[in-house]
């Protein structure tokens, strides 16, 4: 296979990951059918298999693009503030900023593939943990190197703070998509704002 070959086969692959990500995010791994995929993408079920080993795999490469997208806005945001409050207030923030397109948009990728995916995906379900941990550790250092630069509380527990400011934002999104009211998410980012103020030194 010549480079030019190996580059249009790239662009398809790409392709067919961001045209099926929203699918697979509003209908999980089991509620999308070849025929959404095929659907979406305007593609073959042969052209998408020639891409990928089979469902699982574009699933999987699904859930990574949707969880990517939101860890490259909030890793942007968090970039861009100056004070380790500020980093951590660019969550309740950020999702309370968004919670008007939480429904349409389908929750959150890593909450739905979690409870998608206990007990019948490991593969799914181990990249979500992935990403959980990757957050917690996320927070865990913000409010390490906040108590360090003198901003945040010594008394402060990193750990029990990022599993629940992880627990505030999962949990309300979860409600919002069930429930279809994003005051779930308002009410419960003003109380996570005001907690994380609480920690300011």
């Known amino acids: 296979m010549n480079p030019e ?12 990951i961001r045209k099926t990500a929203p699918i697979f995010n509003k209908k999980g791994y089991a509620g999308t ?8 993408t305007g593609l ?15 699933a999987l490469c699904a859930f990574r693009h949707n ?5 490259r ?13 500020d980093k951590l207030l660019v969550y309740p923030r950020l999702y309370s900023n968004i919670a008007s397109h939480i429904i349409s948009f389908g929750g959150c990728p890593i909450l739905n593939t979690l409870v998608e995916s206990d007990d019948t995906h490991a593969e799914l ?18 409010i390490g190197q ?3 630069a003198g901003e945040i509380r010594d008394d402060a527990d990193p750990e029990k703070t990022a599993e629940f400011m992880i627990s505030i934002v999962e949990g309300s999104v979860g409600m919002t998509k069930a429930t279809g009211q994003v005051s779930f ?16 030194a």
């Open 5 to 16: 070959e190996i580059t249009k086969a790239e662009k398809t692959k790409k392709y067919i």
């Open 67 to 71: 969880a990517e997208s939101i860890i």
């Open 33 to 40: 059918s070849i025929s959404d995929l095929t659907e979406a």
């Open 44 to 58: 073959t079920r042969g052209s998408i298999y020639g891409n990928f080993e089979n469902k699982d795999e574009v």
């Open 146 to 148: 906040g108590k360090e």
């Open 73 to 85: 806005i909030i890793d942007n945001e968090i970039t861009r503030a100056t004070a380790f409050i």
């Open 125 to 142: 379900r181990k990249e979500a943990l992935k990403i959980i941990t990757m957050w917690k550790k996320m927070i865990v250092s913000l």
């Open 185 to 200: 998410v308002m009410h419960s980012m003003e109380y996570l704002e005001k907690a994380i103020l609480e920690l300011k």
